[in-house]
Every structure is written in C-alpha cells, then in structure tokens.
C-alpha cells in the first residue's frame, strides 16, 4: 500500500516527469539509483583497465591516438555519473570505499582478459555495443542527472563502438592470421558481452521496481534480444561466426534464438572470482593510495587558505 505520497510520485513519474535533486523521493528510489548509477560510475572507470593495457602496444601511432582518446572519455563518463550519484546525498569519497571493499559492484565484463589488439576491437565493437544497447533507453530514464548524463555519454560511446568495429573490420580483412585473430576474440567475448545485460529477467531481482519508477526502461532479456539481433549481421559482415551453434533466425519473433550464456559463471564473476576481479580492484586501491599525497596536499592547502581568509 503506497502513502499518499509515494502515490503522488509515482504519479508523476507516469506522466514522464523527471525527478530532480531536490526534490522528494521514495527512499528506495533513492538508495536504487545510488546503487545502478554507482555501480556505472564503477564500471566506467574500472574498464579503463582492459583497453589502456593496450595503449602503449597499439600497432600504429593513429590506433595509439585513437585508443587514448577512447580510454579518456570513459573517465569522463565515470566523473559525470560520480556527479549524478552526488545529487542524491552520497559522495564519491563514499562510492569508492565501497567500490574498494567489494561492496559496490562493477560490470561483470571487464573482469575479462585482453590478450591482444583484436581483443581491444573486440572491447569496441561488443562491449560499447552492449554498453549503447543499455544507455540509449536510459537517456529516457526519469532521475533528470542521470538522464542527462547518458545523452552526452551515447553520443561518445558510439564512436567508441565504431572504432571498435574498424579494429576488426581491418583485422578480418587481413592475413589469414590475422582473422584467426579476429574470430578468437569474438569467441572470447560473445557470451561475456551478453552477461552484461545482467541475469535473465526470471533472475533479476530489482528489474520490476526499477522499471515502474522508470529507472529502468527495458528489462534485461529485452536488451540482450535486441543486441543478439543487431550484431549477428555485424558479424556476418565482417565473415565472423558467432560462437554459437543454436543461433538461429525465428521468423515468428522476427529476432534470433540463441543460447544462454553459462550463468553459473556470471554469478562467478559477480562475486569476485572471474578471471580479472583481483587484478582490476587491486588496480584501482592502488590508485587510490598513490593518490593520497596528492589529496593530503589540496587539503592542507585549503586549510592553510582558509585559515588566512579568516586571520
Ligand atoms: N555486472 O536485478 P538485476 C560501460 C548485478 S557499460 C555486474 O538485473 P539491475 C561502458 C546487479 O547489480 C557497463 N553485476 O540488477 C564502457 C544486482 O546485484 P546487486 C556499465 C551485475 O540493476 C565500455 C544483481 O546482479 N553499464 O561501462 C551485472 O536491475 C567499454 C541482480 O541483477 C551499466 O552499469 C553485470 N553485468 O540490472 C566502459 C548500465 N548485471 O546490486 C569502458 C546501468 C547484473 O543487487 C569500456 N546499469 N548485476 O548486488 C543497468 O542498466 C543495470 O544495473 C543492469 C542490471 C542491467 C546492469
């Protein structure tokens, strides 16, 4: 039974209001948006990780160029969703020690290895793909900030999957190892990619409320569909075989069946054990430690500038 103010907002957000800063909301409302737009903000910053492993390895000084401006927008996207996540009462300071304990999350995805250059097409072309997939809806989610923030971040991210499929359009169109390549990372990264759209709808325990206050707009099997069929001719395109022998065209539904990805390796990976998780959090505490000099130094500076203005 909703109060007569949970009734009022929901109301409001059936009109397709958006919902500001300060203005009243749910707790729950609040505490979900915390939770989603931090953990985006996480994974923003933490896949910087993969791709700028390969920074100083691109094979040409066009690719290397490229590649970094890539890898420097995604912080980018991480410092306007840390802002986002900052209207509602949290401070970044508190979505990093979360994220450094291992009580936040972070995409699943980027607990995954990048062994060579076709990975870093793979990155591109799949996960900014999955990652567009999921932030286009979101441009309509109904926090203002939030909404915001994705417009600027999908015009960004789908450069970013355009470079991505260059990558392995150049490397497809290659020599005969340089396919094998091409297909290898594909073979890697397909079913991770579509982990990223989180547990199948029957598994996804917060997809219902956060679709009625339109946090979110599409539930996960919804976007993992439409990514499955916008991909497959991608794939074709390119002469790529999409790991997966159950693949098939249903004209009934006018999409693609396709196989599950392995789930007992999703809830793995989420828990902390998949391939990278130690690597990629011990990465960012450490960056967090070797940085403590340097917000020991601002604060001390402030202090001293503040004890001046009031001498
Ligand atoms: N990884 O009930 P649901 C990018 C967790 S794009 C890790 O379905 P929800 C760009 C979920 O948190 C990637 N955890 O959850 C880029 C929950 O656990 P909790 C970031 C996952 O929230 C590209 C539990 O499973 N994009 O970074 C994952 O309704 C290239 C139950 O799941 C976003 O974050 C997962 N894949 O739906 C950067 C988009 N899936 O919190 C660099 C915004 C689920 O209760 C290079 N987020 N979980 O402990 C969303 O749209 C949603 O949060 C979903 C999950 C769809 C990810």
């Known amino acids: 039974e909703l109060s007569p103010e949970e009734r009022a907002f929901q109301e409001r957000i059936d009109r397709g209001e958006k919902i500001e800063p300060k203005e009243w909301m749910p707790?729950?409302?609040r505490k979900t948006l915390i939770r989603q737009v931090?953990?985006?903000?996480?994974?923003e910053i933490v896949g910087q990780l993969p791709e700028g492993n390969w920074i100083t390895r691109a094979p040409?000084?066009?690719?290397?160029?490229?590649?970094?401006?890539?890898?420097?927008?995604e912080a980018?996207?991480?410092l306007y969703l840390y802002c986002a996540a900052e209207t509602l009462g949290v401070s970044r300071d508190q979505l990093l020690a979360k994220l450094h304990d291992g009580s936040m999350k972070y995409s699943s995805i980027f607990n995954y290895p990048t062994l060579n250059w076709a990975d870093i097409g793979a990155v591109g072309w799949l996960v900014d793909g999955a990652a567009i997939m999921n932030q286009v809806q979101l441009q309509k989610t109904s926090y203002g900030p939030y909404s915001r923030a994705m417009i600027r971040i999908?015009?960004?991210?789908?450069?970013h999957q355009r470079q991505g499929y260059d990558i392995m359009m150049k490397m497809a169109q290659g020599t005969a190892e340089q396919k094998a390549m091409a297909q290898d990372a594909l073979d890697r990264f397909w079913y991770p990619?579509?982990?990223?759209?989180g547990p199948s709808d029957k598994d996804s325990v917060h997809s219902a409320q956060s679709m009625a206050w339109k946090i979110k707009i599409n539930?996960?099997?919804?976007?993992?569909?439409?990514?499955?069929?916008?991909t497959v001719p991608q794939a074709e395109y390119l002469g790529l075989k999409i790991p997966d022998p159950n693949l098939t065209w249903n004209e009934e539904k006018k999409g693609y069946d396709f196989s599950e990805p392995d789930w007992s390796e999703f809830f793995e990976v989420i828990a902390g054990n998949g391939p990278c998780n130690k690597e990629r959090l011990g990465a960012r505490v450490k960056a967090w430690e070797d940085g403590a000099w340097f917000r020991d130094g601002l604060l001390a500076h402030a202090e001293k500038a503040e004890a001046r203005r009031a001498a």
Do not use: P, W
């Open 193 to 197: 990619a579509l982990m990223m759209f």
């Open 27 to 29: 707790e729950g409302y």
């Open 219 to 230: 539930t996960n099997d919804e976007l993992r569909q439409k990514f499955v069929d916008q």
């Open 60 to 73: 040409t000084l066009e690719r290397k160029a490229i590649l970094l401006a890539k890898v420097q927008d």
């Open 38 to 43: 931090g953990q985006h903000a996480h994974s």
């Open 154 to 159: 999908c015009k960004e991210e789908s450069f």
């Open 76 to 78: 980018g996207h991480g």
